[in-house]
């Protein structure tokens, strides 16, 4: 793919940095990053190992195959907008583009969330997938573990302040609320969606932060939060096959 200049409030330097020199319109199934221009910093250093992609969850987590086995995979440093918030379910069909099934792609791993899901960044041809949806607006740059991409990310924040000046995707619009915030119930003076069930007196109390699965003693007790919120915002139900913690008891 041809690589052309933007016209943008950034400089020619800052988007060679990113390895990013692509127009607006060419966004679509392809990576668009400028392979000419890739620092080394985008490059995995360690022997190249491929994993086929299975399918993709939402817009910051896939599922692999690795090595024989079904594997989640939260994308690293990024945060996707919710289902049901603004720019959800688009930032979702924009990965599903960028690494349809058989996909082969790279991990450098950076260890396990707290629902044992491996933390990586993801490479296609040596090119970071992860700051390709922060780039395009489809996902935001999560501060709170930024510190899992260290060698590169100044190139993160570099294209999050691009997509923001051209108010690509997620910042096309007033107020955005982060992610982590709209887990958390948060809501801009935009029309929002009603997510909270009328009776939670059933319920832990977890529900008013961030629930997981070790808040829960039986899978019983999971489940009926994930039926109070359906559209699955603790993210419960992993695999989404209607079932909440299934290693609980």
Same mark, same amino acid.
């Given at each position: 793919m041809k690589s052309v200049i933007l016209k943008t409030a950034f400089s020619l330097a800052a988007l060679s940095t990113l390895g990013l020199v692509v127009a607006k319109s060419q966004i679509n199934s392809s990576l668009l %990053?400028?392979?000419?221009? %890739?620092?080394?910093? &985008? =490059?995995?250093?360690?022997? *190249?190992? &491929?994993?086929?992609v299975e399918r993709i969850t939402d817009g910051d987590s896939i599922w692999i195959n690795k090595n024989g086995k079904k594997t989640e995979v939260r994308l690293a440093c990024i945060d996707a907008p919710e289902g049901k918030q603004f720019w959800g379910r688009e930032s979702t069909t924009k990965l599903e583009q960028l690494l349809p099934p058989g996909q082969k792609v790279e991990l450098r791993e950076s260890g396990k969330?707290?629902?044992?899901?491996? #933390?990586?960044? %993801?490479?296609?041809?040596?090119?970071?997938?992860? %700051?390709?949806?922060?780039?395009?607006?489809?996902?935001? #740059?999560? /501060?709170?573990?930024? *510190? !899992?991409?260290?060698? !590169?990310?100044?190139?993160? =924040?570099?294209?999050?302040?691009?997509? *923001?000046?051209?108010? =690509?995707?997620? +910042? !096309?619009?007033?107020? /955005? #609320?982060?992610? +982590?915030? &709209?887990?958390?119930? *948060?809501?801009?003076?935009?029309?929002?969606?009603?997510?909270? /069930?009328?009776?939670?007196? !059933?319920?832990?109390?977890?529900?008013?932060?961030d629930c997981n699965c070790d808040d829960f003693k039986t899978q019983a007790e999971a489940q009926r939060v994930l039926s109070a919120f359906p559209d699955d915002r603790f993210r419960l139900d992993s695999d989404k096959d209607g079932r909440a913690c299934q290693n609980l008891p």
């Open positions: %990053i400028n392979q000419s221009s %890739i620092t080394p910093n &985008f =490059l995995i250093a360690e022997a *190249k190992q &491929f994993y086929a969330d707290r629902y044992n899901r491996t #933390v990586a960044e %993801i490479f296609v041809a040596s090119q970071s997938v992860n %700051i390709q949806m922060v780039y395009e607006g489809n996902a935001v #740059v999560y /501060p709170q573990y930024l *510190k !899992n991409c260290a060698s !590169n990310k100044n190139q993160y =924040l570099q294209a999050e302040e691009y997509a *923001k000046i051209q108010q =690509l995707g997620f +910042w !096309n619009q007033q107020n /955005p #609320v982060m992610p +982590w915030d &709209f887990r958390r119930g *948060k809501r801009s003076n935009q029309p929002t969606y009603s997510l909270t /069930p009328a009776n939670t007196s !059933n319920l832990p109390a977890c529900i008013n932060s």
